[in-house]
């Protein structure tokens, strides 16, 4: 398994922005898709976005796509998350997960790799 850390969470205001990264150690980073997670009170646990193992193919949930961006760095071990025109819907405990399955593979069981979670909190 892979070790993940996220960091970068915090408080703004609506239409703010923020970058979570998420530091990956342990076994090799780039042989895992990565994703991004997120679960509001009282809600499920979400995917909201997935970038491949080598970066070339990302996709991302219709309550995000156009105001989120996820990327990579290999040689970093490192996954990012660019978050712009925040919303208070937005708010949530933002999770980074690695999963060593096939591209298709969406559900929080597939990923077999967790970080401890980062707070994202938008005020209106």
């Known amino acids: 398994q892979v070790q993940l850390v996220e960091s970068g969470g915090g408080l703004v205001q609506a239409g703010g922005s923020l970058r979570l990264s998420c530091a990956a150690s342990g076994r090799t980073f780039s042989g895992y898709h990565m994703g991004w997670f997120r679960q509001a009170p009282g809600k499920e646990r979400e995917l909201i976005t997935l970038i491949s193992w080598s970066g070339g193919r990302t996709d991302y949930a219709d309550s995000v796509k156009g105001r989120f961006t996820i990327s990579r760095d290999n040689a970093k071990n490192t996954v990012y998350l660019q978050m712009n025109s925040l919303k208070p819907e937005d708010t949530a405990i933002y999770y980074c997960?690695?999963?060593?399955?096939?591209?298709?593979?969406?559900?929080?069981?597939?990923?077999?790799?967790w970080g401890q979670g980062t707070q994202v909190t938008v005020s209106s």
């Open positions: 997960a690695a999963s060593s399955g096939s591209w298709s593979s969406r559900l929080a069981q597939d990923f077999g790799s």
